[in-house]
């Protein structure tokens, strides 16, 4: 079973920057895209950025281009996907989750539907 689990959020002052951490481990966590998503109380989920598994692959929302940036790194038997972000928004404020592609070898995207292995979530607060 894929596990994932987030940490790294926080509060910051708008135009701050946070790094957040994903960790993705477990039985088959090989070979999948890993997605971060986020959503704000009363809006919808949203994508964020997503890489692939050899981070060959990645892409960003529209409103996320050239201010966060996703990577990926493998330590043993574990996975660690990372979002940095920067001139953080007061809109930035949300809970970011991190996914894993419920498919190996998939192309990645930005839909949460094809994701089935979810984090617990991370809280992020900008205030301005």
């Known amino acids: 079973q894929v596990q994932v689990v987030e940490s790294g959020g926080g509060a910051v002052q708008a135009g701050g920057s946070l790094k957040l951490s994903c960790g993705v481990s477990?039985?088959?966590?090989?070979?999948?895209?890993v997605a971060w998503f986020r959503q704000a109380p009363g809006k919808e989920r949203e994508g964020v950025a997503v890489?692939?598994?050899?981070?060959?692959?990645?892409?960003?929302a529209d409103s996320e281009k050239g201010r966060f940036t996703i990577s990926r790194s493998q330590d043993n038997a574990k996975n660690t996907v990372y979002l940095q972000m920067n001139s953080l928004k007061s809109e930035d404020t949300a809970m970011y989750y991190c996914?894993?592609?419920?498919?190996?070898?998939?192309?990645?995207?930005?839909?949460?539907?094809?994701?089935?292995?979810w984090g617990q979530g991370t809280q992020v607060t900008v205030s301005s």
């Open positions: 890489i692939s598994f050899g981070g060959d692959a990645i892409y960003y």
């Open positions: 477990g039985y088959g966590y090989g070979g999948r895209c």
């Open positions: 996914a894993a592609h419920g498919r190996t070898w998939a192309p990645c995207g930005l839909d949460g539907s094809p994701y089935t292995y």
